[in-house]
């Protein structure tokens, strides 16, 4: 389980790693600045229009980065691979192994759903109008 969960962070931080290097790719593209180029690099950026480019990747590795961190917050606050969650024994008789005797249990669900025989039973639902229909009217 550990091993998924680790596959699982691995896999988000990978859109990250790769938009991320395309930036810094298409910057390195733009020419540095030194002592004969005056401007800064963005300046250089946007004026060989590779500043678009460079925005819209740091904004789907911010998206990205989001994901991840979401799913490493995820991974650390979820329960520990071994602990199974506890639930509560059925009430009623049990079988001798422990678990629930499934017969009994069908017999609750029964007295539940069918009243005993000697109960006044319910009332017919009062009668409605007829269903509207779509459509041409025959007759």
């Not at 991320?20 to 004969?36: H, K, M, W, Y």
């Not at 490493?72 to 979820?78: D, K, P, Q, V």
Request: proline letters at 14%.
């Amino acid at each position: 389980m550990r091993f998924l969960r680790t596959l699982g962070l691995i896999s988000a931080l990978t859109p990250v790693a790769y938009c991320a290097q395309l930036a810094f790719d298409l910057s390195e593209l733009v020419e540095p600045t030194g002592p004969g180029n005056p401007g800064g690099w963005w300046q250089h950026a946007s004026e060989s229009g590779l500043a678009p480019a460079i925005i819209g990747l740091g904004a789907a590795a911010l998206v990205f980065a989001i994901a991840f961190v979401l799913k490493f917050i995820g991974a650390i606050r979820s329960r520990p691979p071994g602990e199974i969650p506890s639930r509560p024994m059925p009430e009623g008789p049990l079988a001798p192994d422990g678990e629930a005797d499934a017969e009994a249990m069908i017999a609750r669900y029964f007295a539940k759903r069918h009243p005993d025989p000697g109960s006044p039973e319910r009332a017919p639902p009062p009668p409605s109008a007829p269903a509207r229909s779509f459509g041409r009217k025959m007759g």
